[in-house]
T-cell receptor, first 114, second 112 residues
Framework: DTAVSQTPKYLVTQMGNDKSIKCEQNLGHDTMYWYKQDSKKFLKIMFSYNNKELIINETVPNRFSPKSPDKAHLNLHINSLELGDSAVYFC?????????????FGPGTRLTVT | DQQVKQNSPSLSVQEGRISILNCDYTNSMFDYFLWYKKYPAEGPTFLISISSIKDKNEDGRFTVFLNKSAKHLSLHIVPSQPGDSAVYFCAAHVAGAQKLVFGQGTRLTINP
């Protein structure tokens, strides 16, 4: 059973399009995150949600809009895609109980904007 | 402004020997430090962590050392095995913010 899953795994699209990436976790965690790994391989946090409430928004352009329909899902919608959005996007989750600092990552979605 | 740095992009070690991966940080507000392992086309997998009030944590072949005065931590893998070949990320948890700050990773290659 996959703990944190993302769909799609690969996404190729043209500039100007709108696309969404979905994330689901079955760990019973209450906090979910989106990270971006750019071409230089840095993993940087974009957003975090706790119980469907936005907690962290790290100066991400407002073309990126996270949506959390429930605490097991955190989707990322991107409007008007730009070349610079090409990256690998990772979803992660954690709990506020016990080992609150550990985050569990999904397999990533490689987005290529042409 | 990179608060967590891994200055070695790659490391090559003979199977059976010790692998030492290093990480430096600048922010004193981190309460935990973590190491993640990443294989190609997969997400990072949690490996081991250490509290900022400890100086050592051991789990099987993996030991993490923390030197707070030098703002430096290291991951020791002994003995190194071929399956350890991966990219290793150092991460620091920001106290109260439930957010991880990552280093840029070190690619470890274990040679038979």
């Amino acid at each position: 059973d996959t703990a944190v899953s993302q769909t799609p795994k690969y996404l190729v699209t043209q500039m100007g399009n709108d696309k969404s990436i979905k994330c689901e976790q079955n760990l019973g965690h209450d906090t979910m995150y989106w990270y971006k790994q750019d071409s230089k391989k840095f993993l940087k946090i974009m957003f975090s949600y706790n119980n469907k409430e936005l907690i962290i928004n790290e100066t991400v352009p407002n073309r990126f809009s996270p949506k959390s329909p429930d605490k097991a899902h955190l989707n990322l919608h991107i409007n008007s895609l730009e070349l610079g959005d090409s990256a690998v996007y990772f979803c992660a989750s954690s709990t506020r109980q016990g080992a609150y600092y550990e985050q569990y990552f999904g397999p990533g979605t490689r987005l290529t904007v042409t | 402004d990179q608060q967590v740095k891994q200055n070695s992009p790659s490391l090559s070690v003979q199977e059976g020997r010790i692998s030492i991966l290093n990480c430096d940080y600048t922010n004193s507000m981190f309460d935990y430090f973590l190491w993640y392992k990443k294989y190609p086309a997969e997400g990072p997998t949690f490996l081991i962590s250490i509290s900022s009030i400890k100086d050592k944590n051991e789990d099987g072949r993996f030991t993490v050392f923390l030197n707070k005065s030098a703002k430096h931590l290291s991951l020791h893998i002994v003995p190194s095995q071929p399956g350890d070949s991966a990219v290793y990320f150092c991460a620091a948890h920001v106290a109260g913010a439930q957010k991880l700050v990552f280093g840029q990773g070190t690619r470890l290659t274990i040679n038979p």
